[in-house]
């Protein structure tokens, strides 16, 4: 079964959606969508929360469980180095490229974290280009943008609040 929660945030509307085993995707909806069959479970009603105290700038970690089922193990490869870097650091398609033993696969891990159906929660965000530049985020690079910044302002803050 598929459940599902709504929840405002400075992103805009976020729908959460998991299954029976856990979190399985975050997506920003255009505009609030009221559907009286929206049942929440444990992992939307968690997830929910730590977004909240996340976008608070009180969370730097989410310990809901996740579901990926479904996904190639390439993919879960680079979503579970994702997890790991820490909040408000970045790295490089490369740097994880490396990491996972492929020093040749940067536009793989790209193509990964570009599916990547839980964003936030599993930081695609964090991950950069070589040279240092905001490239390619599902959610548009002023969202990844707000997201470093929330994280790291001294190194990613712009000018004015941004939440």
């Not at 929206?38 to 909240?52: C, D, G, M, P, Y």
């Not at 809901?64 to 970045?90: A, H, M």
């Not at 994880?96 to 599916?115: D, E, Q, T, W």
């Not at 530049?133 to 941004?162: M, R, W, Y």
Request: some cysteine; overall charge negative; charged content about 20%.
């Amino acid at each position: 079964m598929e459940y599902t929660q709504v929840i405002e945030s400075p992103i805009g509307h976020l729908l959460i959606e998991a299954s029976d085993t856990g979190l399985s995707s975050i997506k920003v909806l255009s505009q609030k969508k009221e559907e009286e069959s929206r049942i929440s479970n444990t992992f939307t009603e968690q997830t929910a929360q730590e977004l909240k105290e996340y976008f608070e700038g009180n969370r730097k970690e989410f310990t809901v469980v996740l579901d990926w089922d479904g996904y190639s193990d390439f993919f879960k490869s680079v979503w579970s180095y994702l997890v790991t870097i820490p909040c408000g650091q970045t790295r490089s398609y490369g740097d994880i490229a490396k990491h996972l033993n492929s020093p040749g696969a940067s536009r793989a891990v790209g193509l990964a974290n570009g599916k990547n159906p839980i964003p936030i929660v599993v930081p695609c965000h964090r991950v950069i280009g070589a040279n240092g530049a905001l490239t390619g985020f599902a959610l548009g690079l002023h969202v990844k943008q707000q997201l470093l910044a929330l994280e790291n302002p001294d190194s990613f803050g712009i000018q004015g609040e941004l939440f």
